[in-house]
């Protein structure tokens, strides 16, 4: 569920970043910064956190590579930033996201986690 008020916080610190083409907005993610570690992820000294990853649903199936793009344009920006780590949580039943993530370096920590209304995995990047 979004709250609107974390989505105008995410926004006003520039957290949130968007991948244009000519056809105007393709795909967007967040990149936060972590102060404490989440149970169920190693421990980190500077965690970053990508979320709210999304591409226009038009694009999923042509092979787009706007998926790629963002997550390797998060990975550089929180390297840049003295990250040592990425973390993310994806949905298992998301195949071709949960393998995106997988070929980009993330590793699952911990198993499959469900709240009764949605399921998710813990994954991380190591960048340092």
Do not use: K
């Amino acid at each position: 569920m979004r709250r609107p008020e974390r989505t105008r916080e995410l926004v006003m610190s520039a957290a949130v970043h968007v991948l244009r083409s000519v056809d105007g907005i393709t795909a967007m993610f967040t990149l936060a910064w972590e102060d404490s570690t989440p149970d169920g992820y190693p421990a980190a000294a500077r965690p970053a956190r990508l979320s709210r990853l999304a591409v226009r649903p038009e694009l999923l199936s042509t092979g787009s590579m706007a998926g790629v793009q963002c997550v390797r344009r998060a990975i550089e920006l929180a390297t840049a930033r003295g990250a040592d780590v990425l973390r993310a949580e994806a949905n298992p039943d998301l195949v071709q996201t949960r393998a995106l993530l997988g070929h980009l370096g993330f590793r699952q920590h911990g198993p499959v986690e469900s709240d009764g209304h949605r399921r998710w995995v813990r994954l991380q990047r190591q960048l340092a």
